[in-house]
């Protein structure tokens, strides 16, 4: 089998914590090159998972290297033109979430995308966690979903918004819960919400309901001013529910059976590895089987974009 070669651009504390260590076990993907500014993380990178071909600057490895796909592991704010440069250059491009700070630049990444006829894909990897994949599978398979509910909190309290002010938290990081709700419910017909800004100068309170095309409700929740991260999921068809801790399980309950059956993340993706368990990976393997295959990500830049399109919704349907 040949080789699916891979580049990636960014060696930050993520990348190497889930996104390196991936890659590094599939073995029909060559991790042909690297790039980062800091020297000092380019190597440590490059030698904790043996990577010969190191690079300052991305342009020269994309143009040198020629990789089947490209892996841009960067903040938010500066995304944008290294995918341009690299869709330009016909390469296939993944990206870690959010797909930008605007919709208007994720639209533009898409058209790029397919005028270059590349395939893309935006790191929502809540979407590939197992255990939320096997939950909605079997919510499904029992009768088509009529409530979703999505809920984010952590506490920042006096850290300041994201990136100094960069982008703003809804789209940086509850864009997760917003995508889920998208995941499981469908597309969205109607929002009602309410933001606001809690102990702070910026908004870090986002509260929404939803009405989809597929008659479906969805209830989104997120703050970051309370006790602790909590990050949960809720589907409910008729006689059927599932409540969703990814991090640890998620229990199913048909026709008010009270013991219901538990399922734990680790059982879900027989894994033990965080990177593994919490979906990473399977982004990871889902990107290259699609390089593989020639196929259209679930998660492209034009599916992305409609999530970006939600959370501008979410802040103009204000109650």
Known sequence: MDKIRIAVIGCGSLANAVHYPSLAEMEDVELCSICDLSEERLCSTAERFHVENIYTDYRKMIDEEEPDGVFILMPPHHLYDLVIQCLNRRRNVFIEKPPGVTAEQTRNMARAAERNGCLSMVGFNRRFIPLMDEARNR???????????????????????????????????AIHAVDMLRWVGGEVRS??????SLHADYHNSFNALMSFESGATGVLLTNWVVGKRVHTFEMHAKGMSAFINPDVSATLYLNNDNEGKTITTQQAAESDKQYCYYGFYHEDRYFVDCIREGHEPQTHFGDAAKTMELVERIYRGQI
Do not use: M
Request: glycine share 10%.
């Open 191 to 196: 929002v009602a919400s309410d933001v606001r």
């Open 139 to 173: 919510i499904e398979a029992h009768g088509p979903i009529i409530q979703c509910v999505a809920t984010f909190y952590k506490n920042t309290v006096g850290a300041g918004p994201y990136y100094d002010g960069a982008i703003d938290i809804l789209t940086c990081d």
